[in-house]
């Protein structure tokens, strides 16, 4: 047991944030920084991940995590990993947002490509680096939709809902294999640039299901994060945790 001074401390970790440059993964980014770890800010854009590694003492890696050749690149670039924070997402593909039967296949592709595909491949870089030294911590950002499914959302719903699923089969394939532990976080409507893609109509509907009748604010989820990379988070793996307001307790 750490003593209260140590709790949840990451000094000596090296942490990679998906999407790292804004919203809730700049607030993650910052969050890790803060309790002693070594950042890698991956952010498509570059500005973002430049302005926010530069505030923190992290390092900038700039790549589009659906292809392979940019993820060698970028973990290649910050070396072992300790903790893996797949933040990276998105709603809707030019703001697409319509029933299944209006949709065409681009708008799955892209939706799908990068919250699932794009945070598969992510993991598959690190594992084997975690399963040799026998520790890792992967924390994967879902959503409420991934469990209700919202209408108008069917990429989205569906992607998150296979983020929180592969979470389980992931963390069922590493027993053994050390103290490397994955869990997900279910955020619902949080307060970051990614409500831009959503129409008023949406957000409305979004924040009429929760409880505490509020948005949720970025540094809230980085806070449940942070235990989750850290090492007291040991004998919990392949859960989903709820941070929506009261919108779902399961």
């Avoid at 990451?10 to 950042?39: C, M, N, P, Y």
């Avoid at 532990?181 to 640039?193: D, E, F, G, L, R």
């Avoid at 948005?215 to 942070?226: F, I, R």
């Avoid at 990379?229 to 919108?247: L, Q, V």
């Amino acid at each position: 047991m750490a003593d209260g001074d140590t709790f949840f401390r990451l000094d000596g970790k090296v942490a990679v944030v998906t999407g790292g440059g804004q919203g809730i993964g700049e607030a993650i980014s910052r969050r890790l920084a803060a309790a002693g770890a070594k950042v890698g800010v991956f952010d498509l854009s570059a500005e973002n991940a430049n302005r926010v590694a530069s505030e923190i003492g992290g390092v900038p890696l700039v790549g589009d995590l659906t292809k392979e050749a940019d993820l060698d690149r970028v973990f290649a670039q910050i070396g072992k990993v300790d903790i893996l924070v797949n933040n990276a997402g998105v709603a809707s593909r030019k703001g697409r947002d319509l029933p299944i039967w209006d949709l065409v296949r681009e708008d799955w592709e892209f939706v799908l490509g990068i919250n699932v595909t794009g945070l598969a491949l992510c993991c598959k870089a690190v594992l084997p680096g975690m399963i040799e030294r026998r520790y890792g911590r992967i924390v994967n950002i879902a959503s409420i939709a991934g469990k209700e499914g919202n209408p108008k959302m069917g990429p989205y719903s569906a992607s998150k809902a296979a983020v929180i699923c592969l979470t389980k089969s992931l963390s069922k394939e590493l027993v053994g294999k050390g103290d490397i532990c994955v869990n997900s976080v279910s955020p619902a409507v949080i307060q970051t640039p990614i409500l831009d893609q959503l129409n008023e109509e949406q957000v409305n509907m979004m924040l009429s299901k929760i409880p505490l009748a509020r948005t949720g604010k970025p540094d809230e989820v980085a806070a449940l994060v942070h235990f989750l990379a850290s090492d007291e988070c040991s004998f919990t793996t392949g859960f989903c945790f709820d941070i929506s307001g009261g919108r779902a307790t399961y």
